[in-house]
């Protein structure tokens, strides 16, 4: 089957290129369409297009000049199965996935439908593409619908919905949102009228805001932060990585609470500790949050009931290995901490007594300022505490419940590797 991407069209206005090359996280949309195409196994790409400009991606292309006459004409006549996706659409790789593996003998259609996911940056509904064996019929439906438009029968301009009605043989005028595949996550088309693709370009990029790590670290786990932590998230691609050391030594709630402090007010952070390893998909898990509109605490290894991708209260945690948060919320947990009274507090009065750490007062700033917020654990196998291993610790060295953590751990091959190089790393202590 043939991939035909559809360039017919070339609103020319934003950032002075058309639409389909419009770049978000630092690659062009068709490109990307492109690359995803191929991830997948499909190698018979074509683009239609009568402009020079898209000569430059990595496609075949056929000169074909769509312009004038019904919008239908966009799709370019062959006899040969045929799957059309619009060139100006922003695929998700799931979505990209879903249109290379769904069979059909005739025809498909798919787009958006409500409702929509919290990651869609449009209000209604857009079509992405039609996957088209029946190559006859497709094209009888195409001049059917131009019939009809003729004869007034459709209220608008046809375009890839009245033909889908067209092809279904339903009402027209009408969109029936149950009977095509629908595609709902991030996956969109940009426009470029009325300013809307600037927005729609700046909801997308956010999706790619780089992670942001910050490591809190003891100057007795500086040889395994910078050796083998940072490293392993550099492998994945993760840059923006701070580290903040307690080199005056005041203990990891002073440090947390005066990290915090110098966070910018903008922006989430993912904050890990100095003991913990990372499994190999921690940068796609990490990025499957949502920016701001969640947070992620822990691992949770009392709850028996815990499977990846569940939910936990706040006082089901535990393990405090990472947490995810706003800037702007750790910047107030801080705050809480040194303007709280905790002479009559007899938990806060316990952190200091007993060195509970930043666990406890994160926890308890919660309770008091957020009691109703969505709070999620994160998965089970993506970070975990190895303090067993490396040892170190200011207060403790060893775990009683690490085979109860450890448990949760699929990726044993990592675990092996953290211990492979501490054979040949690890300082004399």
């Known amino acids: 089957m043939k991939y035909i991407l559809m360039c017919g069209s070339i609103d020319m206005g934003l950032n ?8 978000v996280n630092g690659e062009r949309i068709l490109d990307r369409t492109i690359r995803l195409l191929r991830e997948n196994g499909i190698d018979d790409i074509y683009i239609t297009t009568s402009h020079e400009i898209f000569k430059t991606c990595d496609a075949e292309i056929i000169e074909y000049d769509s312009t004038g006459g019904m919008w239908t004409k966009a799709f370019y006549p062959t006899d040969e199965p ?3 996706i619009f060139g100006d659409v922003f695929f998700s790789p799931e979505a990209i996935k879903t249109i290379v593996e769904t069979e059909t003998d005739d025809i498909q259609f798919f787009a958006s439908a409500p409702p929509f996911g919290d990651k869609y940056p449009k209000k209604f509904a857009e079509p992405f593409a039609f996957k088209v064996v029946n190559t006859e019929r497709f094209f009888n439906c195409i001049e059917r619908t131009n019939q009809l438009w003729r004869i007034g029968k459709f209220k608008r301009w046809p375009i890839s919905w009245e033909l889908w009605q067209v092809i279904k043989g339903t009402q027209p005028n009408i969109i029936n949102y149950h009977n095509y ?4 996550d991030y996956t969109c088309d940009v426009d470029t009228w009325h300013g809307k693709g600037a927005q729609e370009l700046e909801q ?20 395994y932060v910078e ?3 940072i490293p392993k998230l550099q492998e994945q691609g993760i840059e923006n990585i701070t580290v903040w050391e307690d080199k005056e030594h005041k203990g990891n709630l002073e440090s947390c609470m005066q990290s915090f402090l110098s966070l910018p007010e903008d922006g989430n952070t993912w904050h890990l500790q100095d003991d913990v390893v990372i499994s190999k998909d921690f940068r796609q898990l990490a990025e499957a949050y949502d920016n701001g509109r969640r947070i992620a605490c822990g691992i949770n290894t009392l709850y028996d009931g815990f499977v990846r991708g569940t939910t936990a209260l706040c006082n089901m945690w535990y393990s405090f290995p990472c947490i995810y948060i706003p800037n702007k919320m750790a910047r107030e947990c801080a705050e809480w ?22 666990d406890s007062v994160f926890r308890l700033f919660l309770y008091d300022k957020y009691p109703d917020i969505y709070v999620q654990n994160v998965y089970p196998n993506m970070v975990d505490h190895i303090d067993y291993l490396i040892g170190g610790s200011q207060i403790h060295t060893t775990r009683k419940q690490k085979e109860v953590r450890a448990r949760w751990w699929n990726e044993e091959d990592v675990i092996k590797d953290v211990q492979n190089w501490l054979f040949y790393h690890r300082p004399n202590q």
């Open 227 to 229: 050796g083998y932590l």
């Open 16 to 23: 002075g290129l058309p639409r389909q090359l419009l770049t």
């Open 337 to 358: 901490w040194y303007e709280k009274d905790r002479s009559g507090h007899r938990e806060l009065k316990g952190i200091v007594e007993y060195g509970n750490g930043d």
């Open 82 to 84: 045929t799957c059309y």
């Open 204 to 223: 997308l990029q956010k999706l790619f805001s780089p992670v942001h790590i910050m490591i809190h670290a003891c100057p007795k786990r500086m040889w």
């Open 181 to 184: 595949v629908a595609i709902n």
